[in-house]
Nanobody
Framework: QLQASGGGLVQAGGSLRLSCASS????????MAWFRQAPGKEREFVAA????????YYTDSVKGRFTISRDNTKNTVFLQMNSLKPEDTAVYYC???????????????????WGQGTEVTVSS
């Protein structure tokens, strides 16, 4: 199970830090990621940490503003979000999977495990 937290209401330019704790067993093969879904839109990829290593991937719109990190000892992934914009408003979901391949990293359908979502609202 994945448990996401840390969402809230913030003004544009502000910061939030999301956390996602996994109650599953730790594995170096698990990729953990963040997706988001704005009202009326499809769920989109935000960032991912590939197989508990140092390789990270971001969607272009958050590069330089968001940072994904991971504490493998606690099976937890974080998303530090800085310089938030109103267009970042969405429900943020964490996801995990042990078997996905790199080429499918950005596809929501590739992930078997999902957290419940945490809402982020950025006011202008």
């Amino acid at each position: 199970q994945l448990q996401a937290s840390g969402g809230g209401l913030v003004q544009a330019g502000g910061s939030l830090r999301l956390s996602c704790a996994s109650s599953g067993r730790a594995s170096s093969r698990i990729t953990m990621a963040w997706f988001r879904q704005a009202p009326g839109k499809e769920r989109e990829f935000v960032a991912a940490n590939w197989r508990s290593g140092s390789n990270t991937y971001y969607t272009d719109s958050v590069k330089g503003r968001f940072t994904i990190s991971r504490d493998n000892t606690k099976n937890t992934v974080f998303l530090q979000m800085n310089s938030l914009k109103p267009e970042d408003t969405a429900v943020y979901y964490c996801a995990a999977d042990e078997r996905l391949i790199l080429s499918s990293l950005r596809q929501a359908a590739s992930y078997d495990y999902w957290g419940q979502g945490t809402e982020v609202t950025v006011s202008s």
